[in-house]
């Protein structure tokens, strides 16, 4: 057997057992300081990445590390409490291992989030994002020999993002009263921020926003044909006119993920509820 396919499949059978064979509704991953949402899981059963066997550990600030399924939005649901990044060393088969995972425990939607920088300059720290398309810099994690039993060769990524979902959350949004963005998320390896000059780069190439992660997720989601819904809370500003003294902080990112996290969350709880 494929190692690969050996791994993913012994992770999801340690899963299985703790979550009582319950087969979940919808995968969601929940990026830099948006750990939040997996506290308002109900009835939790959370599992520490470090004792499912083959999973890595997630090191990034802001990422808990936990897998936790339980009940949201009136469904059951598994959620990722921090991703894994191809800058912390990792190969993509293990970056994407747990879309799989949930793929073999029987998710029949993803949902995934992430803080970015916003390249848009009408966008502000703060802002949610509906991701209605991407910009891939990172390697691509179908390659190598194709995972037949998951999907083609060459998935279609004519619309690698829902528009059904898209739809739906734009719907609970305006009964909600929460205003959203809707742009392109740009993606490349990190861990340093980008300079000034790629942010100008990123926006002239249509970006809207800028990050290190998710793409490859969607990538492997859509594989298996997965639908899948992508937000980004923008939490710092990405521009190319900064200030002489401007830094990017990691932890003043996290913070500003944490602040829109309640908002996140909602949106998530009733798209879910509408399933």
Avoid at 142 to 156: K, S
Avoid at 202 to 229: N, Y
Avoid at 243 to 263: H, R
Avoid at 265 to 274: A, D, N
Wanted: no cysteine; hydrophobic share 40%; glycine share 10%.
């Amino acid at each position: 057997m494929d190692q690969r396919i050996e791994r993913i499949k012994t992770a999801a059978a340690y899963i299985s057992e703790k979550i009582g064979g319950r087969r979940p509704v919808v995968g969601i991953v929940l990026g830099s300081g948006l750990g939040k949402l997996g506290e308002q899981i109900a009835d939790p059963t959370v599992i520490p990445y470090k004792e499912i066997p083959g999973f890595p550990v997630s090191t990034a600030v802001g990422h808990k590390g936990n897998f936790i399924a339980g009940m949201l939005g009136g469904k059951f649901v598994v959620a990722m409490q921090g991703r894994f990044h191809y800058y912390e060393g990792y190969p993509m088969d293990l970056v994407t291992l747990p879309i799989r995972v949930m793929k073999v425990l029987g998710i029949q939607y993803l949902f995934v989030s992430n803080a970015a920088g916003g390249v848009n300059f009408d966008y502000r720290i703060g802002d949610l994002m509906i991701i209605r398309d991407h910009i891939n810099h990172l390697p691509n994690p179908l390659i190598g020999p194709n995972l037949e039993e998951f999907g083609p060769r060459f998935p279609d990524m004519t619309r690698p993002y829902d528009l059904s979902l898209i739809r739906k959350v734009e719907e609970i949004a305006a009964e909600k009263g929460i205003a959203l963005r809707k742009g392109v998320y740009f993606a490349g390896t990190g861990p340093s921020y980008e300079t000034p000059a790629e942010y100008k780069y990123f926006r002239m190439i249509g970006a809207d926003a800028v990050g290190m992660s998710t793409i490859p997720e969607v990538i492997v989601a859509r594989h298996s044909s997965i639908p899948v819904f992508g937000m980004s809370v923008i939490t710092n500003e990405a521009h190319d006119d900064y200030a002489d003294d401007y830094v990017n902080d990691g932890d003043d990112v996290v913070k500003a993920a944490d602040a829109a996290a309640d908002k996140m969350t909602l949106l998530f709880s009733e798209l879910i509820r509408s399933l």
